[in-house]
């Protein structure tokens, strides 16, 4: 199947409640209601200002669920929220080896292995050079998975159909990793 021919909906990893966002809506919960033992007092109206915030940034980011990682027929994008605004980050197939997903401490991860030199530069020659020592070129194409766990065989699946040159690697398992590239014969993840 080509790439013109494949018309299935983009595979899509959204936003949603992950332990680390439960944990602190509960206490920033706590914190609101702790601050009703002095009503009035200014510590009481700072704990609720405070708190109340976080538990708004936090469950409205959780709730509204916005994308954050998508494939379809011309490429992997990823988006980020930055403190300037949204920024995404989008390379056609041709320009990937492979899809990544990993753990790094408590937290999942997705990612692009881009070939050398495929991503534009953008951003001060300085964090370049930095972010291209700490971490090659991957350092700009990946993201956590907020709360989600990814459909692999569906990646796997669309990867076959749209790239079928880009392998799709799972380190997050404690087996060791788990590897698909088209023409195996198998998909690991189904």
């Known amino acids: 199947m080509t790439p013109a021919q494949h018309h299935e909906a983009p595979f899509e990893l959204r936003k949603g409640w992950n332990r680390e966002s439960v944990l602190l809506s509960l206490f920033s919960a706590a914190m609101i209601a702790g601050g009703f033992t002095e009503p009035g007092s200014g510590f009481s109206i700072m704990v609720w200002v405070f708190f109340g915030s976080c538990l708004l940034v936090i469950g409205g980011s ?19 929220s930055t403190v ?24 999942r991860w997705i990612g692009v292995v881009p070939i050398p030199d495929a991503l534009p530069q953008t951003g ?43 392998a799709l690697v799972d380190y997050s398992r404690r087996r060791g990793p788990v590897i698909h590239r088209h023409g195996d014969g198998t998909n690991p993840f189904s």
């Open 124 to 166: 001060p020659r300085w964090v370049r050079s930095a972010a291209r020592w700490a971490a090659g070129d991957a350092a700009q194409m990946c993201t956590m998975l907020h709360g989600t766990s990814p459909d692999l065989s569906r990646l796997a699946a669309l990867l076959d159909d749209v790239a079928p040159h880009v």
């Open 62 to 80: 959780a709730l509204r669920g916005g994308w954050f990682f998508r494939a379809d027929v011309d490429g992997p994008v990823i988006r980020a």
């Open 84 to 107: 300037r605004g949204e920024q995404r980050t989008q390379l056609p197939w041709s320009k990937v080896q492979a899809v990544i997903v990993w753990k790094a401490q408590r937290n």
